[in-house]
């Protein structure tokens, strides 16, 4: 299959669970996840539609999209993996959604930045629903005092973000998340990727991240 035919293959299943969740169509907004693909195997998406994206490190990221929203001014661009503070300016200047604002260090250094650079990406703080050790994100009960937080330093949060432990079922990380999203008052949830986006879906998620599904194995 080639990668248009997944790509509207992904399309299909996230409008088909909209709709048997009750939900509007384009409800969802499809992240397409890129890390690890050059420029030349991201054009195909480009070509066939695709605006939205998330990579996983500032470094990668710098090497391939500036040329890619030279040829495309309208794509949107989202850090979606771990955010380390010396990197907080090149991330501020690159991308337009940061998901992974999990503590106090990477949201002060974000906040310098935008304070600096005039440019404010919206934001996402990553919850650790799972409470793994080697997993990045504020536990779910700081989640709340966290976007206050977040806000008290000018921080605009829209939303939770969270990556469920592979070997348990998601629904109900998903269903914390959609919980502790509406204890902290943010209305976008930023979960589910290629093996359990529908069931994001379902339990209300407003953006998905799927990569092997559009872009095959790594």
């Known amino acids: 299959m080639e990668l248009e035919e997944r790509l509207n293959e992904v399309r299909g299943r996230i409008r088909k669970a909209c709709l048997a969740a009750?939900?509007?169509?384009?409800?969802?907004?499809?992240?397409?996840?890129?890390?690890?693909?050059?420029?030349?195997?991201?054009?195909?998406?480009?070509?066939?539609?695709?605006?939205?994206?998330?990579?996983?490190?500032?470094?990668?990221?710098?090497?391939?999209?500036?040329?890619?929203?030279?040829?495309?001014?309208?794509?949107?661009?989202?850090l979606i993996g771990p955010l380390q503070s010396n990197k907080a300016a090149e991330a501020v200047a690159l991308f337009d959604v940061i998901e992974t604002v999990d503590r106090e260090k990477i949201a002060k250094a974000i906040a310098a930045e935008i304070q600096r650079q005039g440019r404010c990406p919206r934001l996402f703080v990553q919850v650790n629903t799972?409470?793994?050790?080697?997993?990045?994100?504020?536990?779910?009960?700081?989640?709340?005092?966290?976007?206050?937080?977040?806000?008290?330093?000018?921080?605009?949060?829209?939303?939770?973000?969270?990556?469920?432990?592979?070997?348990?079922?998601?629904?109900?990380?998903?269903?914390?998340?959609?919980?502790?999203a509406k204890q902290s008052g943010v209305e976008r949830l930023s979960m589910g990727m290629s093996g359990d986006f529908e069931t994001a879906v379902a339990f209300g998620a407003t953006s998905v991240r799927v990569g092997s599904a559009i872009f095959g194995s790594r």
């Not at 509007?24 to 690890?36: H, R």
């Not at 480009?46 to 994206?53: E, K, N, P, S």
Request: charged share 25%; net charge negative.
């Open 130 to 180: 799972g409470l793994e050790a080697q997993k990045a994100g504020i536990a779910p009960a700081d989640a709340a005092s966290f976007v206050t937080l977040c806000r008290s330093l000018g921080l605009d949060v829209e939303g939770l973000m969270c990556i469920p432990p592979v070997e348990e079922n998601p629904g109900p990380h998903f269903a914390l998340l959609a919980k502790l």
């Open 22 to 78: 009750g939900r509007a169509p384009d409800a969802v907004t499809l992240v397409a996840v890129s890390k690890t693909f050059d420029a030349e195997a991201i054009r195909p998406a480009i070509f066939a539609g695709q605006r939205v994206f998330g990579e996983n490190r500032v470094q990668e990221a710098q090497a391939k999209w500036p040329g890619l929203r030279a040829e495309t001014p309208d794509l949107e661009l989202r």
